[in-house]
């Protein structure tokens, strides 16, 4: 997986990329968990799912947000690290323009900023939101929620209140446009010590299922604008 750098708001960002060469294969950013309190491009969660998404075949991008790392900048409370990835997404999308699908995923921190990123742009049709930090920040903005996605949390988190990732996903779930999975990881803490392989399994069969279903609705949406055979 090779290092890239690319230029952000602040100046250069540090990523890992994996790159699919298949024609039109789907891309994902993966966006890591607070700066302040250890977060990088190089956490546990936010590595398996890079590989989660690398392994369905996405070309899939991982990075620093500013400050972190090689990344230039200083921590910005969430603006800031919205406009690295929205600068990370414009990266992806040049080397891919012919991406068939588009998604975006995070993991406490980075899930917030991952569904602001959502809002912002349409073109995003998936989401994995891993441990979403519901009660401490604010996603009121998701209204509603513009894509179906995945939605984890472990139900011994003792950063996240369990009872406040149920709430916000039940919200979702009851919104239209969107179709909304929420997975209880029993007996799981906030970085999923011991159930790290049971997460990535997870995501990537919601994934796989995800790509079935968008495939299928796009072969539907063909036929109809094909005209008709008859007579």
């Known amino acids: 997986m090779p290092e890239v750098i690319f230029n952000g708001p602040e100046g ?3 990523g890992r990329y994996h790159h699919n060469p298949q024609s039109r294969a789907p891309l994902a950013l993966v966006l890591h968990p607070h700066p302040l309190y250890g977060g990088t491009m190089n956490n546990k969660i936010v590595y398996r799912l890079f590989q989660a998404f690398a392994r369905s075949g996405f070309s899939v991008l991982r990075f620093n947000f500013r400050g972190v790392g090689r990344s230039l900048g200083r921590f910005d409370n969430g603006e800031g690290e919205l406009s690295d990835a929205a600068a990370a997404m414009d990266w992806l999308q040049h080397y891919n323009p012919d991406a068939a699908s588009c998604w ?4 406490s921190f980075g899930s917030w900023i991952s569904m602001q990123l959502l809002m912002r742009r349409p073109e995003i ?3 994995v ?3 979403p930090p519901a009660g401490m920040y604010d996603f009121s903005f998701l209204s509603p929620c513009p894509a179906s996605g995945l939605i984890t949390q472990g139900d011994r988190d003792d950063i996240v209140k369990v009872e406040d990732v149920n709430k916000f996903a039940e919200k979702l779930k009851h919104q239209k446009y969107s179709t909304i999975k ?3 990881f029993e007996g799981s803490d906030h970085y999923y010590r011991n159930a790290q392989d049971e997460l990535e399994e997870t995501v ?3 994934i796989a299922s995800r790509l079935e279903g968008l495939a299928n609705e796009r072969l539907m949406q063909d ?9």
């Open 12 to 14: 250069r960002l540090e």
């Open 104 to 107: 975006v995923s995070g993991f």
């Open 125 to 127: 049709d998936g989401f």
């Open 129 to 131: 939101a891993v441990s």
């Open 182 to 184: 929420y997975e209880v």
């Open 204 to 206: 990537r069969a919601y």
């Open 223 to 231: 036929k109809k604008r094909r005209p008709s055979q008859a007579g």
